[in-house]
Nanobody, 122 residues
Framework: QVQLVESGGGSVQAGGSLRLSCAASGYSKCMGWFRQAPGKEREGVASIYTDTGTTYYPNSVKGRFTISQDNAKNTLYLQMNSLKPEDTGMYYC??????????????????WGQGTQVTVSS
């Protein structure tokens, strides 16, 4: 069982930055960040295969978001720069201990945090 606790959300103006953190109860080979806006499906914004450091970003955030990990602290981060109003949503951390490649779909993950809200105003 993996427990995940996100933090770092908040309100920011367009063009600003936020850094999200996800404290995990243990090590997982695959971790990711997802977001969900009201009325929309949950979508992935960043994933990492921690064994190799392989990352994945959809085009919508590529060049603006960076996923990273601190293995010593079992903490996952999401640095978000140049934020846009369309980045608004609830951001969730996800983990899947058993994997062999970077996972990009929400259905690939079995463990989820409670979410942290990000609001970007124009």
């Amino acid at each position: 069982q993996v427990q995940l606790v996100e933090s770092g959300g908040g309100s920011v103006q367009a063009g600003g930055s936020l850094r999200l953190s996800c404290a995990a109860s243990g090590y997982s080979k695959c971790m990711g960040w997802f977001r969900q806006a009201p009325g929309k499906e949950r979508e992935g914004v960043a994933s990492i295969y921690t064994d190799t450091g392989t990352t994945y970003y959809p085009n919508s955030v590529k060049g603006r978001f960076t996923i990273s990990q601190d293995n010593a602290k079992n903490t996952l981060y999401l640095q978000m720069n140049s934020l846009k109003p369309e980045d608004t949503g609830m951001y969730y951390c996800a983990a899947e201990p058993r994997c062999w490649r970077v996972l990009v779909s929400a259905t690939d993950y079995n463990y989820w945090g409670q979410g942290t809200q990000v609001t970007v105003s124009s």
